[in-house]
């Protein structure tokens, strides 16, 4: 069907699997890329091997980093005994950019969901179990999202965590995965207006 | 507000190729032989309202064969444009004046009600399709409707996938069913209200129809009516419900009941034209309460209904629709179905050749 050489088959098939692409706009951004050899394609190659090599998943946390511990966890000025709960990577940098949260974070990688055979285990909640009991964690602040996945999820841990203060962000605003998408105040408004559970 | 549907265009939909139709507001009345494509104008309407429409059609059913190229309607309703389309192999997509939009939004447009014929079982056959049809008669009333069952659908989904599974972990139950209870609570309380209107709107009614007295049942016990009550009645029934392998409590098990007041006996056991006229009664009855509290005419879809009921009857039921103002489709074989409606419709002859359904506005019958 395909007009493309087989090398470039592959390539638009791996990047149609990126999130907001499909095989036409895939097309068109590996067209694009060709286009722009020098200043595009062999940079970014050669960024994403460096990124493949390097990066690599906090084993506290969650977070991407460059050592087993990330830049926040490895920062005691950040142990405030505050755990802000996250679903995504982006939803953490999202807290990052509007700079309100001083404490450290915890990222689930998704919220529960017996359907898609996504249990507590798949979801690091065993270890923020153990980071509250280790830490000397006194809020685990539960930023996840209003849909009925990350609610279950709220609701979960919450239940997981009798021994200390448990807060979601303020109802209403989005948050899960959105956290991405809102602007600063928004986030450090429902940062404040935290209730517990 | 009356709503009104002022245009209606179907791009390769079902049987239709291209079919584009203006309205005044007016009933519409549709006729033509079986198969000529009346009822997929009519699912067309249905589909301006939240859910899968009068089929209860998959995206990819919509979609014109043998070409199955994706299907596309174009709507002007309450002044709006809305758009939903599937391309092939697609999920349906929706736009409301040039915007992406969620289904559940068309509910704050317009209302749609409707009796199709595989309703007339409706009161003999299992709960699940009286308690859909109770739910899109609350939905009428309370657009947030659809979201709290939905919720609750989604919850009670991941329970039994549990069940299923055999997974032994409270805490999850626990979390699933604080949400069912929440959501729950929403649906037991707007069911109870919409009830409660129709019940008011069928007293107070000067119509042709049997009165109903409806009520809401639940198997094995009440039905708990608030969040925690709820909550707990899960907690309490996952024994039960892991030995079944699903969810034996809840509002997914009401039932609802209706009895011919005037003669104390059961829809079920009512004749097959009682059954009809009693749906009649209620979907009637349903407009009137809509256009009474909420100021809010409903379009109504009446397939078929026209030719179950005697001349006396079908004038009384034209009578009353134009009395309430609403937009309604009506679909029959032939125009003289419609006589007694005269100049008080539109008229709409619907044919079918070389397997494709051709609509024309033609003048009252
Ligand atoms: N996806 C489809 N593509 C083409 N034709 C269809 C499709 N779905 C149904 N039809 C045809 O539409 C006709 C039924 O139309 P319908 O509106 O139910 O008729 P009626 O006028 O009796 O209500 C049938 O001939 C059926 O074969
Ligand atoms: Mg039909
Ligand atoms: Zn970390």
Known sequence: ?197 | MTAVLSRLALSHFRSHRRTVLDFDGRPVAMWGPNGAGKTNLAEAVSLLSPGRGLRRAAAEDLVRRPEALGWKIVATLAGHEVETWAEAGQARALRVDGKAATQTSLAALARVLWLVPSMDRLWIEGAEGRRRFLDRMTLSFFPGHAEAALDYERAMRERNRLLKDMVRDAHWYGALEAQMGAAGEAIVRNRAAAIARLAYAVANADTAFPAPDLSLTHPDRDLPQDAAALTAALAESRPRDLAAGRTLVGPHRADLDAVWAAKGVAARDCSTGEQKALLISLILANARALAAVEGEVPILILDEVSAHLDAQRRARLYDEIVALGAQAFLTGTGPELFEELGARAQYVEVAEEGGVSIATERPAP
């Open chain 1, 1 to 197: 069907m395909s007009a493309a050489p087989e090398s470039l088959e592959r390539l638009i098939e791996l990047m149609a699997r990126l999130p907001g692409l499909g095989p036409r706009s895939a097309r068109r951004a590996v067209l694009h890329l060709l286009g722009k050899r020098g200043q595009l394609l062999l940079p970014l190659a050669e960024a994403m091997r460096d990124a493949g090599q390097n990066v690599r998943d906090c084993v506290i946390c969650g977070n991407v980093g460059l050592a087993d511990e990330c830049a926040i966890c490895a920062d005691e000025r950040r142990a405030n005994g505050q755990i802000c709960v996250v679903e995504e990577v982006s939803d953490l940098w999202a807290m990052e950019r509007a700079g309100v949260f001083k404490g450290r974070y915890h990222v689930l990688g998704g919220t529960l969901s017996a359907l898609d055979a996504i249990g507590p285990d798949e979801l690091r909640i065993p270890r923020l179990v153990d980071r509250v009991a280790s830490e000397g964690v006194t809020e685990v602040i539960l930023a996840l999202g209003a849909t009925v996945d990350g609610q279950t999820t709220t609701h979960y841990i919450a239940d997981r965590l009798p021994d200390v203060t448990v807060t979601s962000l303020a109802q209403g605003v989005p948050v899960g995965g959105e956290l991405d998408y809102l602007d600063e105040g928004t986030i450090s408004a429902a940062l404040k207006a935290r209730r517990g559970l």
